[in-house]
């Protein structure tokens, strides 16, 4: 993906895996997630899971992924 948009003007964030990326979540504002859902340590299902309890919690709008 980060190829694929390499000459866009966008700033990209990549996570080793879904509990990095969940922190990452929560420690930044992200217009959009792009999840895999085979990533070590957290899968992209139970990551996302995550990621909407915490946008609930917290009554922030859902974030694309």
Do not use: C, S
């Not at 948009?5 to 930044?28: P, S």
């Not at 085979?38 to 974030?63: C, F, S, V």
Request: overall charge neutral; aromatic content about 10%.
């Amino acid at each position: 993906m980060k190829a694929f948009l390499k000459d866009e003007n966008y700033h990209i964030d990549q996570a080793e895996n879904g509990k990095i990326g969940v922190e990452m979540f929560m420690a930044n504002k992200y217009h959009l997630v792009l999840m895999d859902v085979q990533m070590p340590i957290m899968d992209g299902h139970e990551a996302t899971r995550k990621i909407r309890a915490w946008e609930y919690l917290h009554k922030n709008k859902p974030t694309p992924i």
